[in-house]
């Protein structure tokens, strides 16, 4: 195992090359181990280089409401009456951090994105 730490894109490009050469190995064998720690550099380089944006508060809210079918009085427990839940879903009122931990605690929303501010 010859593995070395992914400076470059020349680096990055080599790594993903052999993880594609190595997606079919069993876990434990030694080739098993060699992919466990390329996928490991692999991410932690495009989680610096490639960092993915947090969505809008709101857009997290409505994307887990499309996932789990959820409706505006389901949302009723964490944010409020279902006036306030409308203002909230139409960027009217902004979300308080009661509401964004009632939201994260009781639903599983990532809190950073709930907390992050609207552009």
Not at 4 to 10: F, G, N, V, Y
Not at 53 to 63: C, F, Q, S, T
């Amino acid at each position: 195992m010859d593995i070395k730490p992914i400076r470059t894109k020349r680096d990055y490009e080599a790594a993903l090359r052999a993880v594609e050469g190595l997606m079919t190995a069993k876990r434990g064998t030694p080739e098993g181990d060699e992919l466990d720690v390329l996928v490991t550099l692999v991410e932690a380089y495009e989680a610096k280089h490639f960092p993915l944006d947090l969505p809008d508060p709101v857009e997290a809210i409505k994307l887990v409401m499309e996932q789990r079918n959820l409706t505006v009085k389901d949302l009723v427990p964490y944010i409020g009456r279902p006036n306030r839940v409308y203002e909230v879903l139409n960027h009217k009122r902004p979300l308080t951090m009661a509401m964004a931990w009632k939201l994260h605690r009781g639903l599983g929303i990532p809190a950073e994105s709930l907390i992050k501010q609207a552009a």
